[in-house]
């Protein structure tokens, strides 16, 4: 009975084995499902963003370890198409019990992610649990577990510097391409996917500085999005046009969730006739813009593992932060594990209630406190003991 977590990250995988996990809504909603029926899951929650991906289920039975895993890890597998890809369990971690607790509190923080401390993967549990509550793979456990998860990023977020400093992939995306042009003053950039998350972020930031000239594409030109701003420096236009402006382009971003490329070297190559610098920043996993287009002159390309050299310098800057949301982390997490105990804790209580009554029916109330604390000092350690016994000094 407990906790699992099967994950596939930043840290473990490479972005082309992080590309095999990347499910879409529907196929993580058929795994949550999959994983209830065919790996005996009671529950199931799947967290997929660009950094990782992340099952987390809960098993009413006890069962081994290696048991475990081995079911859930083929499950996963399968729904991914990855069985026969060689070495693929290499990129695989597998955590149970308080590490599987711990780790989802250090995501929902964003002690976990690359970029220490970002925004974005906060929304991104809170979506992925909700997503797990209307499929129907989610109950008692989990939910709980990801409301005091939440609950603690909140905190963290309040009472620590961590996120004061706002810096994400997205942020990191836009300083990529200003290190990379040598600043961005007077320059055009385009940002495809604009109307989603990290898009949306992306534009927030470049609306911000000024001297940009921004496009970002839209699908169905009718409709507007809070995402886009219309101005003398800023236009919107039709996704389908977006190679026909790629020629004036210093800067293209693309950050959109679809399975098939946005940009394409072959269509690219058509298109671009001035020579020139241009920066392409891919922020999509699976990846949206085909990595040949670095063969075209001049060309510069980043992508999600690119950034891991900014991230450092600042992770270095929010250690202290770090250390202070540790403390918090821990706090929430034990309160957790104490309830849960005690949850599945409740037959046993139940049970022992039951003879504390019938052997004070016998022989008296005070007779039946000795006999349980006789039966304590029988069956557990000297440390179990002690904890007992520290307890009933604090009340």
């Known amino acids: 009975m407990g906790i699992q977590l099967l994950s596939i990250s930043h840290k473990t995988a490479a972005l082309e084995i992080r590309e095999l996990f990347a499910f879409t809504r529907e196929q993580q909603i058929n795994l949550m499902q999959a994983l209830c029926r065919e790996a005996g899951a009671a529950e199931s929650v799947v967290l997929s963003t660009c950094n990782r991906t992340e099952i987390y289920t809960f098993y009413t039975k006890e069962e081994q370890q290696q048991k475990l895993f081995s079911r859930l890890q083929r499950v996963v597998l399968v729904k991914a198409g990855a069985l026969k890809v060689e070495h693929i369990t290499d990129y695989l971690r597998f955590y149970q019990g308080e590490k599987a607790v711990r780790h989802l509190f250090q995501v929902a923080s964003g002690l976990d992610s690359m970029v220490v401390g970002e925004d974005q993967i906060l929304g991104q549990v809170k979506k992925a649990h909700e997503q797990a509550r209307e499929a129907g793979t989610t109950g008692k456990y989990l939910n709980t577990l990801f409301r005091y998860a939440v609950t603690c990023a909140k905190r963290i977020k309040t009472d620590t510097d961590l996120s004061k400093t706002s810096v ?33 972020i992306v534009l927030k930031n470049l609306y911000s500085m000024k001297g940009l000239h921004i496009y970002s594409t839209i699908r169905n030109i009718a409709l507007t999005h809070d995402a886009h701003q219309k101005s003398e420096t800023s236009q919107v236009i039709d996704y389908r046009e977006r190679y026909s402006y790629v020629d004036e382009m210093d800067v293209v971003i693309s950050a959109t969730s679809s399975p098939h490329y946005t940009l394409t070297y072959s269509k690219l190559r058509d298109q671009i006739h001035t020579n020139k610098p241009r920066v392409f920043v891919d922020l999509a996993v699976p990846v949206d813009i085909e990595e040949a287009v670095t063969e075209i002159p001049r060309t510069f390309l980043y992508n999600m593992d690119d950034f891991e050299a900014l991230a450092r310098a600042n992770n270095q800057a929010k250690k202290q932060a770090a250390r202070e949301a540790g403390e918090i982390l821990k706090e929430y997490q034990e309160d957790f594990l104490r309830w849960m105990i005690f949850q599945q804790a409740m037959p046993q209580m139940e049970q022992t209630k039951a003879w504390m009554l019938a052997e004070a029916e016998k022989k008296g109330f005070s007779r039946a406190v000795d006999k349980l604390f006789y039966r304590l000092r029988e069956q557990a350690s000297p440390q179990e003991l002690e904890a007992i016994f520290r307890c009933l000094e604090e009340n």
């Not at 836009?174 to 990379?180: C, I």
Request: hydrophobic share 40%.
């Open 168 to 200: 994400s992939t997205a942020t990191l995306a836009v300083k990529a391409a200003e290190e990379a042009l040598g600043g961005l003053q007077g320059k055009r950039i385009m940002v495809i996917g604009g109307t989603g998350q990290i898009g949306g």
